[in-house]
DNA sequence: TTTCTAAAGATAATGATTATCCATAAAAAT
DNA sequence: ATTTTTATGGATAATCATTATCTTTAGAAA
């Protein structure tokens, strides 16, 4: 679907013309996020990260997902469960369906959401700057296995 | 709009109905929650109750809050900032529109969102059980004020 | 090279929420 | 009524994700 090379390049630009490094571990966080294919979790680019380097610490993650939020290549997803997951590839807003079994995200569109927005903007005289809608409920594969 | 006293004896009712017990200390986080127009925080909750109850502990209000999600009569609202929100009026799923500097927190409807809903289970196979739609930006009050 | 500063890494601190443990009060049983 | 049982309240410790702090390191510039 994306192409992970030419994401990262843009990633890169836009760090560059706002006056970042690209040091080797920020690449390799880079890289990491421009090719998932999911939403990672703090928890899984860190150890995704541990081998290209094992010394990386959590805070570099942390430090330098913060960074990719400021500069607006990144999308964060906080659920009520504990942990934020990541959206590399999709930074701007837009519906996500979460399994609650198994944790599974999928990206979604909707056509419609655009109209909503403008409609609560309309009604309530706001300047919406973004969203978030979430689905919850069960994936195909967890129906199958049944309640419990 | 709503009868802060038909919905008190509503939320009792259920409890009572499930084999709970309605304490004097449930039954005045009840109230506050019943009669809230807003969608009061942990802390506010808690500030509250200290008025009846100076010797509440945070303990019973999360316990409270927890029980009240179980039986369906609370919902919980967490967004990226810390410290969730409670909606007591209206425990099923709806939008909100949220001002980023004044944290004001409106109720809010839309037709469209069921749709959208149905649409999500249909592409995906998922069995979909509740979802979570949250407007951000500022308002009209804290538009004025400029940014900064 | 030397200097300057952003960034990495280690670790402590924070803050909301949860767990634990005991005291207590409300039903139920006798 | 009295006793028994169990849910609930209250105090406090523990947890866990995230942030802050501090020092070291490395990259860019001079
Ligand atoms: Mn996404
Ligand atoms: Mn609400
Ligand atoms: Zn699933
Ligand atoms: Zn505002």
Redesign the pocket.
Known sequence: MADPQYRLEQIIKVLRDKG??I????LALLKIIAKSEGHPS?EQIYEQMKAD?P??????I???L?LLKEVGEVLEL?FAT???HYDGNKPYPHPHVICTRCGQILDRKSVALAEISQEMARLTGYEITHHQLNFFGLCPECQKAGPG
């Open positions: 970042h490094r040091t080797p571990q920020r703090v380097f010394t990386t610490s959590l805070a570099t942390y430090k330098t913060t906080n504990a942990g934020s």
